[in-house]
C-alpha cells in the first residue's frame, strides 16, 4: 500500500473546465514531486516543494498551476488543459528535499487524466 | 542536460529465464536508484546504489553500480510471471531527479 494518497485516481475534464488534483503524505517529508507520465514513457518531472516552497519548476505551461498549502498536502491546478496533456499524474514525496541524495521516492498510485 | 538510457526497450523472456537491463548516464552520478512499475501501477523503490562498483542482491535480483559510477545493472534470475512490469533506473542530477527510459519486461509462462 502506498503512503502517499492521490485524488481523484481518473478524471475526465473539458479544455475549459478548472479542476485540482490532490496529493497527501503523513510522513514528514519535506520534499513533494508532481511528475507527468504518458504511456510506455518515464516519469517526467514536472515540479519539485522542498519545505513548502517550490524550488523547480521544469518548464511547465501556466495552465498547470502547483500550490503546497502545507507539508502534508500538495495540489496541481488544471485550467485550459489540451488533449494532449492527458496522462498519468504522479504525486511522490522524500525525506529529503536535496537533489543529490533525495533519498527514495514514494509515489502514490496517480491521477488518470484525460483531456477532451 | 543529463540522459539517462535503459537497454532494452523490451524483453520478453520465457519464465524460469534471467533478465538483464542496462542504465547508462552521461554524467557521473552519486548515486543510483531503480523503480519497478506493473502494468496500471505507480513506479516503486527497489533499492539505491552509492558507491562505485556496488553489488547488491534482493532475493533473485542483483543491482550493480558501475566502477566509473555512470552505469548499473539489474538482472533477475529465474524470472517469474510476478517480475512482470517495466523497471526504471533514476538518478539525480543538479536539483533534478532523471528517470531512464525503461525496460518493460514481459514474463511468458
Known amino acids: 500500500d502506498t503512503e502517499v494518497t492521490q485524488t481523484p485516481k481518473h478524471l475526465v475534464m473539458g479544455m475549459t473546465n478548472k479542476k485540482s488534483l490532490k496529493c497527501e503524505q503523513h510522513m514528514g517529508h519535506r520534499a513533494m514531486y508532481w511528475y507527468k507520465q504518458k504511456a510506455k514513457k518515464p516519469p517526467e518531472l514536472m515540479f519539485v516543494y522542498s519545505y513548502e516552497k517550490l524550488s523547480i519548476n521544469e518548464s511547465v505551461p501556466s495552465r498547470f498551476s502547483p500550490e503546497c498549502p502545507n507539508s502534508s498536502l500538495l495540489n496541481l491546478h488544471l485550467h485550459a488543459l489540451q488533449p494532449e496533456d492527458s496522462a498519468l499524474y504522479l504525486c511522490?514525496?522524500?525525506?529529503?528535499?536535496?537533489?543529490?541524495?533525495?533519498?527514495?521516492?514514494?509515489f502514490g498510485e496517480g491521477s488518470r487524466l484525460t483531456v477532451l | 542536460g543529463q540522459q539517462v538510457m535503459q537497454i532494452p526497450q523490451y524483453q520478453h523472456v520465457q519464465e524460469g529465464e534471467d533478465f538483464t537491463t542496462y542504465c547508462n548516464s552521461s554524467?557521473?552520478?552519486?548515486?543510483i536508484q531503480w523503480y519497478k512499475q506493473r502494468p496500471g501501477g505507480h513506479p516503486v523503490f527497489l533499492i539505491q546504489?552509492?558507491?562505485?562498483?556496488e553489488v547488491k542482491k534482493q532475493k533473485r535480483l542483483t543491482f550493480q553500480f558501475g566502477e566509473a559510477k555512470k552505469n548499473s545493472s539489474l538482472h533477475i534470475t529465474a524470472t517469474q510471471t510476478t517480475d512482470v512490469g517495466t523497471y526504471f533506473c533514476a538518478g539525480p542530477g543538479g536539483n533534478q531527479f532523471y528517470f531512464g527510459t525503461g525496460t518493460s519486461l514481459t514474463v511468458i509462462p
Open positions: 546504489l552509492v558507491k562505485s562498483g
Open positions: 511522490a514525496s522524500s525525506q529529503h528535499p536535496d537533489g543529490s541524495d533525495t533519498g527514495e521516492l514514494f
Open positions: 554524467t557521473t552520478l552519486s548515486n
